[in-house]
């Protein structure tokens, strides 16, 4: 059974950063794109990041653009996102997804606040 | 960028009876392939996002036949044929037809 499962979530200060990772198992990891999307609290969703089955494509939401940085690990069967700078409205539940078979993660609280 | 709009909402239905949710794009969601680039999504309280439909109209192994998916190009409706308790929920369109990828704004479900 597919099973995807964050963790590296946490209460930091704005300009901090964070590192979320994402473990898979129970599918060919290395031959998908993966996907990070975030649900900010009383908010919808909202898609985040996505990488290439070889890493070697990596798309971003303006508004993260130069402060997060999306990477995988195939070797590992792992995603991670590397945030930077920030900012309170990046407090959100993260949750790394495969959208092409509708996996999902049960998702990471990142809180950002002073 | 790809404009997600959904109607209505919220929505409050009576169990038994249908509920219809339109979701419409900025433009065509038509993909080379021919398929329409277009996923429904329900998320429920304490629970992760869960796929109802894919590719504008199919249905995922384990989704119950009562929740259909129909339209082409930029008009796409979510039907649930007979509402239950248990369909209560915010539900989301998305667009992966190109980057950035875009959600509808969510339209809640409520049981009357």
């Known amino acids: 059974e597919a099973q995807l499962v964050e963790s590296g979530g946490g209460l930091v200060q704005p300009g901090d950063s964070l590192r979320l990772s994402c473990a898979a198992s129970g599918f060919a990891f290395r031959s998908y794109w993966m996907t990070w999307v975030r649900r900010a609290p009383g908010k919808g969703l909202e898609w985040v990041a996505d990488i290439k089955d070889d890493g070697r494509e990596k798309y971003y939401v303006d508004s993260v653009k130069g402060r997060f940085t999306i990477s995988r690990d195939n070797a590992k069967n792992s995603l991670y996102l590397q945030m930077n700078s920030l900012r309170a409205e990046d407090t959100a539940v993260y949750y790394c997804?495969?959208?092409?078979?509708?996996?999902w993660g049960p998702g990471t609280l990142v809180t950002v606040s002073s | 960028d790809i404009v997600m709009t959904q109607s209505p909402l919220s929505l409050s239905v009576t169990p038994g009876e249908p509920a219809s949710i339109s979701c419409r794009s900025s433009q065509s969601l038509l993909n080379s392939n021919g398929y329409n680039s277009l996923d429904w999504y329900v998320l429920k309280p304490g629970q992760s996002p869960h796929l109802l439909i894919y590719l504008g109209s199919n249905r995922p192994t384990g989704v119950p036949d009562k929740f259909s998916g129909s339209g082409s190009g930029a008009d796409f409706t979510l039907t649930i044929s007979r509402v239950e308790a248990d369909d209560v929920g915010v539900y989301y369109c998305l667009q992966t037809l190109q980057t950035p990828y875009t959600f509808g704004q969510g339209t809640r479900l409520e049981i009357k």
């Open positions: 997804a495969l959208l092409l078979a509708g996996y």
